[in-house]
């Protein structure tokens, strides 16, 4: 629940966002469910065993399973943390400032996911 709550301190998403995923627990925990549903947000969840939501759409896992490996790659593998602690700092770290404001993505016209939001972000 900190992370999810987090970003919605951080970034106070306007209401009829819709927020897809798995099934996983932690998505379909009630707890998550009515943080999101006070916040206006719409939940969207794949059926069990199915990785896609409709024929148009698309693979949904696709972009979150290419940020995986580019976390795996940069961040995580051939490291060795001392802590749990450190390993969350650099996590951190490599997601909130460098795949964020400085990885470019081929996805996204060679720009940072932050640049590309800022272009497109409706007033």
Known sequence: ??????ALQQRHPEPGLVRHS??????A?????????????QC??????????SPSE??????MESFFSSLK???IFGRVFGTRQEATRAIFEYIKVFYNRQRRQSALGHISPMDFERRHKVP
């Not at 798995?22 to 998505?27: A, E, I, L, R, V």
């Not at 698309?58 to 972009?63: E, H, I, K, Q, V």
């Open 1 to 6: 629940m900190a992370a999810p709550r987090m």
């Open 22 to 27: 798995d099934q996983g627990s932690q998505y």
């Open 29 to 41: 925990c009630t707890d998550n469910q009515i943080m999101l549903r006070r916040k206006g947000i």
């Open 44 to 53: 969207s969840m794949s059926r069990k065993g199915n990785c896609r939501r």
């Open 58 to 63: 698309g693979y949904d896992s696709a972009a």
């Open 73 to 75: 790659r940069d961040c």
